[in-house]
């Protein structure tokens, strides 16, 4: 439910009581020419006075607003989640409890319930006013009820919540664009069928920190870059463009992949603000010769598949995170791959499913090994489905697993 502060201001200047009727009918009239019965918002008021109901529904239908209404909790509940009503007129005091329960009960729905309330209440105890708004209320209305201001009140919040709508479209449109430009920093497959890569990326945010790129260095070498940036909010998304671009400067045959991470974390100190940071794994493979040679920057282990052999290898390499520490240290490893040995890239949404860490880690190396038969465009889908099955999407997962 939306909270809003109490409006003062509005509390102190919409006294209307004084209103003559010939512009109370003037605005009425001009309500009424700007939309239709069929598309007005529709108020939804509860008390459990028959008189109060009637009065109000005459305002508010003679202000162009269609209207429905309940005199207990129960019915109120019910009609609410039916009719799904615009703004509701609440009363305290009910026969079978109170507005306060049907502001907690509608709070606790999981649709996120963001209809306006406004009580309407006989009582202006200042402790009840405050209850009212810390319920969710978003303004308080005293009886005996002046229709005037009523329909000034409603339309005020009916103007800010449609407001909210439009600025919660505009971040949504806004977040679908980074999340376009974002996709479009991140490769697929069938851009380079010779990297032998596939991917599976969620997202909680559409944009998110996680990121990857695959880079062709040189003949039969491909370098493979996993990152998870610091926070899961959008902001964490911009920075990935940075890694990007300082990626694709360093990649290079004649830098090796310590030398391309050492580079990349003296550029990030330089620009990433206080508290922002990356954990990062760096792969470089020749498909030719099966070389691969690993850094990890504070990083998940990467995981290693033989097509022949009894059990995956974690290979695990400390190392400092990048863009925090001018000075910082990284691990670095090498194996050899034969045709058909795979490697495993991921961040830690993959694994911090709620379990512990080591037994997630586990589990996962267990679900590569077990599924190596699969083609892996259909082991990775699979791999990930298993991993988070049953666990609440609080962070992002990015999960590529490669195959010489």
């Known amino acids: 439910m939306t909270k809003l502060e109490p409006l003062g201001v509005l509390q102190s200047s919409l006294k209307l009581s004084g209103l003559g009727s010939e512009k109370v009918r003037r605005q009425e009239d001009e309500s009424h020419l700007i939309r ?123 103007r800010l919540k449609r407001a909210y709508e439009r600025l919660a479209e505009l971040q949504a449109e806004r977040v679908e664009r980074l999340a376009s430009a974002q996709q479009n920093l991140m490769p697929r497959p069938e851009d380079f069928p010779e990297a032998r890569f596939q991917v599976s990326i969620r997202q909680v945010l559409d944009a998110g920190g996680d990121f990857y790129d695959v880079i062709p260095v040189g003949q039969h070498v491909v370098d493979y870059l996993v990152a998870d940036a610091s926070g899961h909010d959008l902001a964490a998304s911009l920075w990935t463009a940075s890694l990007k671009a300082l990626a694709a400067e360093y990649a290079s045959p004649l830098n090796l992949p310590l030398e391309i991470v050492r580079a990349i974390n003296s550029s990030l100190c330089r620009i990433l603000p206080s508290g922002a940071f990356f954990t990062l794994v760096y792969a470089r493979l020749n498909h030719q ?92 889908p699979a791999v990930v489905d298993d991993a988070i099955a049953g666990a609440c999407a609080s962070d992002d997962t990015l999960f590529v697993g490669v195959e010489r």
């Open 36 to 158: 239709g019965r069929d598309t007005s918002p529709l108020v939804f008021v509860v008390d459990d006075d028959p008189s109060i109901v009637r009065t109000i529904d005459g305002f508010l239908k003679r202000a162009g607003f269609r209207t429905a209404s309940a005199g207990d909790v129960a019915a109120a509940l019910k009609g609410i989640r039916e009719q799904h009503p615009d703004l509701i007129l609440l009363d305290i005091n009910l026969p079978d409890g109170s507005g306060f329960d049907i502001c907690r009960s509608l709070n606790d729905d999981a649709s996120a319930f963001t209809t306006p309330v406004l009580f309407i209440s006989a009582n202006e105890d200042t402790l009840t006013k405050v209850k009212g708004f810390e319920m969710g209320g978003v303004d308080y209305i005293t009886k005996p009820i002046v229709g005037a201001e009523v329909i000034a009140r409603v339309r005020t919040h009916l």
């Open 289 to 380: 010769t099966g070389r691969l040679s690993v850094v990890n920057a504070g990083h998940p282990p990467l995981i290693f598949v033989p097509l022949v052999g009894d059990e995956p290898v974690v290979m695990r390499l400390e190392g400092d995170v990048v863009g925090a520490f001018p000075d910082a240290v990284f691990g670095v490893g090498e194996l050899t791959l034969k045709p058909g040995d795979r490697i495993f890239l991921f961040t830690d949404g993959v694994i911090e499913t709620g379990g512990p860490y080591e037994e997630s880690l586990k589990r996962l190396a267990s679900a590569c090994f077990s599924r190596r038969a699969l083609p892996l465009q259909d082991l990775v």
